[in-house]
């Protein structure tokens, strides 16, 4: 074969290889460019509806979300706090359970503390008040021996829990002083009616430790229950559930140093020292 021969046949191979890949290329790259112009498309239509809105007339009404924030007060108010007074012990006073001595003492009210009155009983003769030893504990004082200041009327009534189960008699004795009666040096005994019945009568000894001389009393033991230390028997016949008085009896055998006494007292359910009757023992000394 001659040489003019082969390079014509190379010419032409070379021109179909290169017709063969200009077809190829060409099916790629017409979809490529449609894709291209699409986006174009997308772009300018964003672009017009921008400029568009932002050639919007002024009186165009456009949607605007306001953000506003609520501020909930909340105040956290114990019960019966509105009205609250203060209050203080004109003596040292027990704070109770309950509006009555038939309930438990939780607290104390001293002679030189403040607190809040937050209610009262119905016949105003007790108040409940913020436990002065406890905060947030609540009790309740007597209103003989404490002192209210502001407007009681104010204060809300509350209701005391059921007062405790208590046994027929029973009731705590504490000596109070010695005073005197007729005459006659007289010991007194204050007694807190703990009980479920009235007390109707007492019997009461007191004894000189010193020389054993004993003395009996009261004068009137179907009468013995006086409301102050300082009055002298008889008194009231009865004491009722829940109440406090005072009993006391003359005794003998004083001496001019201090001496100890001792007590024996007993309070009774019915007259003349008799049906249900408790004896409790308190020791004083005199003078």
Same mark, same amino acid.
């Given at each position: 074969m001659k040489n003019t021969q082969k390079l014509w046949i190379i010419i032409v191979v070379l021109g179909l290889i290169f017709l063969f890949l200009a077809i190829v290329f060409s099916v790629d790259f017409i979809p490529y460019r449609r894709r291209e112009a699409d986006?174009?498309?997308q772009t300018s239509t964003a672009l017009a509806q921008t400029s568009t809105a932002?050639?919007? !007339? $002024?009186? &165009?009404?456009? !949607?605007?979300?306001?953000? &506003?924030? *609520?501020?909930?007060a909340t105040t956290e108010t114990p019960p019966a706090q509105t009205g609250a007074l203060t209050i203080s012990a004109i003596v040292d006073t027990n704070c109770r359970l309950g509006p009555s001595t038939l309930y438990d003492i939780v607290g104390y009210l001293l002679a030189d503390r403040q607190s809040e009155v937050r209610g009262r009983n119905d016949a105003q003769t007790w108040w409940y008040i913020e436990n002065p030893g406890k905060s947030g504990a609540y009790c309740w004082v007597w209103g003989q021996t404490t002192n209210v200041q502001g407007d009681v009327?104010?204060? !809300? *009534?509350?209701?005391?829990?059921p007062p405790p189960e208590r046994p027929e008699v029973a009731y705590s004795v504490s000596f109070s002083r010695v005073? $005197?009666?007729?005459?006659? &040096?007289t010991a007194m005994f204050e007694v807190v009616n703990l009980g479920s019945m009235p007390l109707e009568s007492a019997s009461i000894r007191i004894q000189n430790l010193a020389n054993n001389v004993m003395s009996s009393g009261p004068i009137s033991p179907n009468a013995p229950f006086t409301s102050l230390a300082s009055?002298? !028997?008889?008194?009231?016949?009865?004491?009722?559930?829940?109440?406090?008085?005072? *009993?006391?009896?003359?005794?003998?055998?004083?001496?001019? *140093?201090k001496s100890d006494y001792k007590a024996t007292i007993t309070l009774c359910a019915e007259e003349s020292v008799s049906g249900h009757c408790v004896t409790t023992v308190s020791e004083f000394q005199h003078p």
């Open positions: 986006q174009a498309f932002q050639a919007a !007339p $002024t009186n &165009t009404l456009v !949607p605007t979300v306001i953000q &506003t924030e *609520v501020q909930i009327s104010l204060l !809300p *009534v509350i209701d005391p829990p005073s $005197t009666c007729n005459g006659a &040096t009055e002298c !028997p008889p008194g009231a016949d009865n004491l009722l559930a829940g109440a406090s008085g005072f *009993v006391g009896s003359n005794f003998p055998g004083i001496t001019a *140093v």
